[in-house]
């Protein structure tokens, strides 16, 4: 039997399966998904099965043996490992890139190397004897780096002794986190044997005796630890007991449950509104078909989207299919893990990054050994190990958190559909605003091949119990200004502010952030704190008064003259939020403000304290950036405030409008949720831009049109497809002209495929590639950045032809090399 491994070096020489001979011991064990270690130049490294033959591919002779076979049960499922190939193509990273995002950090296996005595006789002559001696007998391993950090005067001694064969060495793969184990007492099944047993026990024995009468009392197994807190005796106690056979001690695994202890009220099904009956009635046919279907909800905020995804994923489970829900990390809150445990209890995994390593790995190990049936959480859940799924559900699925920056640069809701389509399953997005590329492929007018398809795009424009969504006023800063109020807080939000301080009742309050950071300036000479490594300002800390680069972490102090001219005048801009908290304080003094921002979000679950807090009414006013905008459902906030609406319109980014229409939406539609009537007033210098007048009205559909007629005018998604090639190189001549030679070789490979054409040329199918130019952030680590934009519409292999095209500049020596990033798919172009 031969295996083909894809090992893990992330390199495009070695990005294929390899072939190895599967020893016989292996044989039935071996799957493909099986994680295993294999020699590899002289290393052992860990790898996956990508497929099981009978014959290799290579001189049979030249084949090596599989060194371990790591699980029992293979972590990864042929499904996921197509699903990586696929990846790979998608988003130009190594086969083996993708299947490390797949699986948890703990399975992310290190090569260990042990070392053990091999001639006794030779080791007795050049060892020291304190050294054989803590190695031990032949046949006994120890790890080298634990040898060398005991002996390290005879690091040479060692050396040596391996060359010569003194010594032998293994390698093996060791996960980087173990399985906990817990010993745990049994009660043997011949309970009657054991009574007349005990009654056999002498009296001086008694703390046995006890010990033994508990266990048959209590029956099941117990933790060794609580056995013993609760009989009193000794483990000397449960050891004797169990040398007599009277009890068993076994190690049993156990699995680190972050929400062990917690109590969840169960719901049961809402009575579903008419709006809701009819979406869940479509998607419940969608699973109900196994065939695979994408869907968007779009549902107005406060429409009940989430009760519809509740009752989705009851129909998928009495299908005995699974689910898997992603929503944006950052609205993975208590409150909404509570909705999902409140109805499915025991049957969710919640995965999300606050989990220690070890949880995350158990929440894992729960979904791949059928213990749950729903997995629930942010961007890579989408590779929950599940082996039917009916249904995935991504909410918020405008949210740009589900593109990870990172490689594999992909997108959640793109792999969501690929996933599905291997499965057979239903995807739902689910947003109050889609994303402009969701709404254009859900509307799409129906051709004669759609025939008998149901409609795509799913509308629930009311929300439920026919409450109102809150009105909002749009307050011109400009006018605030020249009527002589040079506060950041307009007169209407200053007295709504006071007027809900009088009520009790609650603000959220938002500081669009983006395009909006901190800094140093000099009001004389207008000097700015720069990174020397990077094209970019630094970020100034107040509380350290430090100054670092986002991209390359320099800090350095902050100057308390200009460096430039050596004026005092010079300033620190603090985060935009704490400015407006000291505002706040000055304006309304014992106000009690719960500021939520990168500043103080940074200690594990410092979030959902602060959220806690807010949802006691501890505080009057939430105030923070982004963070406040998403899924918080609290009864007492009547009024949402935003400050700087603008800041991301100014961005050079074609999403600009998009994101403000959508960050506008979502934090007006945390006013007035429940019985009290909410309010919204937003601030900005352009209250004319068709994102806020649109927001205003909470009018998505013109937002649309207004918006598509852009992106067609200037040629941006949805109208066509980007991919983003950024090179950089620490020599700017050299990367110039790489650049130059790339962009060239990528537009003959297209002129030969025959669609290298203007996207506006009429052609179904058509390339441009624009650039090189200088990337927006022009230098970055001290090294020089390049990009070119490909923008294609049509049935093209984009990916394939930037692949190809980088075929020239995979050689060469190392130094000379230019780095290529490829982004496919681009959120930002920055
Ligand atoms: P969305 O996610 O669409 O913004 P939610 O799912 O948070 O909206 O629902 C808004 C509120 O309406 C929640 O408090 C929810 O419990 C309630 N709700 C949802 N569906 C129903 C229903 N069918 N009957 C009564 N209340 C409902
Ligand atoms: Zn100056
Ligand atoms: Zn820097």
Not at 29 to 38: A, P, Y
Not at 192 to 204: K, L, T
Not at 660 to 687: C, K, M
Request: hydrophobic share 40%; net charge neutral.
């Amino acid at each position: 039997m031969i295996a083909k491994v894809i090992v893990d070096v992330p390199s495009r020489q070695t990005d294929r399966p390899f072939d190895y001979e599967v020893p016989a011991s292996m044989e039935d064990w071996i799957e493909v998904g099986s994680r295993v270690g294999v020699p590899f130049g002289g290393r052992v490294l860990q790898g996956f099965v990508t497929q099981l033959a009978a014959t290799a591919d290579i001189d049979p002779k030249r084949l090596k043996p599989i060194s371990e076979l790591l699980d029992p049960v293979p972590p990864l499922l042929p499904d996921l490992i197509h699903l990586a190939k696929w990846m790979s193509d998608k988003y130009c990273c190594s086969w083996t890139t993708a299947l490390q995002a797949m699986i948890p950090a703990a399975l992310k296996g290190k090569a260990e190397r042990l070392v053990g005595i091999q001639d006794e006789e030779a080791a007795a002559v050049d060892l020291p004897l304190e050294m054989t001696e803590w190695i031990g007998a032949s046949g006994q391993l120890v790890k080298l780096e634990a040898l060398l950090e005991r002996f390290p005067e005879h690091a040479r001694a060692v050396k040596a002794g391996l060359r010569e064969g003194v010594l032998a060495q293994q390698t093996s793969i060791r996960d980087r986190l173990a399985i906990r184990k817990v010993l745990t007492v049994f009660v043997p099944h011949d309970t009657e044997a054991i009574r007349s047993a005990m009654d056999a026990i002498p009296a001086r024995a008694a703390k046995q005796r006890e010990v033994l009468a508990y266990m048959l009392e209590h029956g099941g197994p117990l933790p060794l630890q609580m056995l013993l807190a609760e009989a009193g005796g000794s483990a000397a106690t449960v050891r004797s007991l169990a040398e007599k056979g009277l009890l068993e001690l076994r190690e049993v695994e156990q699995q680190r449950d972050p929400y062990a202890g917690r109590e969840f009220e169960r719901t049961t099904p809402l009575p579903l509104t008419d709006g809701q009956e009819a979406v869940y009635g479509r998607i419940a046919r969608a699973v109900d078909a196994g065939e695979p279907q994408t869907m968007l909800l779009h549902g107005v905020t406060g429409s009940g989207k989430t009760e519809v995804y509740l009752q989705s994923i009851q129909f998928c489970l009495e299908q005995e299919k699974q689910a898997i829900v992603l929503v944006p990390e950052i609205s993975l809150t208590p409150q909404m893990v509570e909705r999902f445990k409140g109805r499915f209890g025991d049957a969710v995994a919640v995965l999300h990054s606050r989990l220690s390593n070890g949880e995350r790995y158990d929440e894992w190990r729960k979904i791949r050994s059928r213990q749950v049936q729903v997995a629930i959480g942010a961007r890579s859940a989408i590779f929950a190990p599940f082996e039917r799924i009916g249904l995935i559900i991504i909410d918020e699925e405008h949210e740009s958190s589900y593109k990870q920056e990172e490689s594999p640069k992909y997108h959640a809701r793109d792999v969501a559909v690929r996933r599905a389509k291997q499965h057979g399953a239903a995807v739902v997005l689910g947003s109050a605003t889609p994303s402009l590329e969701s709404f254009a492929a859900a509307s799409r007018p129906m051709t004669a091949r759609d025939q008998g398809r149901e409609p795509a795009l799913l509308p629930m424009p009311d929300r439920v119990g026919g409450r109102p969504l809150p009105p909002v006023t749009v307050i011109d800063m400009r006018e605030e200004l020249k009527e002589g109020n040079r506060s950041m807080f307009s007169r209407l939000l200053h007295s709504s502010l006071a007027e809900r301080l009088e009520r009790g009742e609650q603000s959220v309050l938002l500081l669009n952030r983006r395009g909006y950071s901190t800094f140093v300036m000099c009001r004389s000479c207008g000097y700015t704190a720069a990174c020397p490594h990077c094209d970019i300002s630094l970020t100034f800390h107040q509380k350290s008064r430090v100054m670092r680069c986002h991209y390359c972490g320099h800090a350095e102090q902050a100057p308390a003259t200009c460096p430039s001219c050596q004026s005092e005048h010079i300033r620190y801009f603090g985060t935009g939020t704490q400015r407006v908290e000291e505002e706040l304080s000055k304006l309304f003094p014992g106000i009690r403000v719960i500021r939520m921002d990168v500043d103080t979000t940074t200690e594990k679950n410092s979030h959902e304290k602060l959220l806690k807090q807010f949802g006691e009414r501890k505080a009057d006013v939430l105030l923070g950036t982004q963070m406040v905008a998403k899924g918080l459902d609290f009864p007492y906030v009547t009024l949402v405030g935003v400050i700087a609406a603008d800041t991301s319109l100014n961005l050079p980014d074609f999403r600009a409008a998009e994101r403000t229409f959508q960050l506008l939406t979502q934090v007006a539609g945390r006013a007035g949720r429940h019985h009290l009537p909410g309010e919204v007033v937003v601030q900005t210098y352009a209250p004319e831009h068709y994102a806020v007048v649109t927001a205003q009205q909470h009018d998505y559909t013109a937002f649309v049109s207004e918006e598509l007629r852009h992106r067609g005018a200037m040629g941006y998604p949805p109208y066509c497809r980007l991919i983003l090639v950024t090179m950089s190189h620490e020599q700017l001549p050299l990367l110039a002209s790489v650049s130059e030679q790339y962009a060239s070789g990528l537009r003959e490979l297209a002129e030969h495929e025959g669609v290298l054409l203007p996207l506006n040329s009429g052609f179904g199918r058509a390339l441009e590639v624009l650039g090189p130019v200088a990337s927006p952030i022009s230098r970055m680590k001290d090294r020089y950045r390049f990009q070119c934009v490909i923008k294609y519409r049509g049935n093209i292999d984009a990916s394939a032809l930037v692949r190809k095209a980088l075929g020239p500049f995979l050689d060469g020596p190392p130094q000379r090399q230019v780095q290529f990033s490829i982004d496919v798919d681009p959120q930002v172009i920055l």
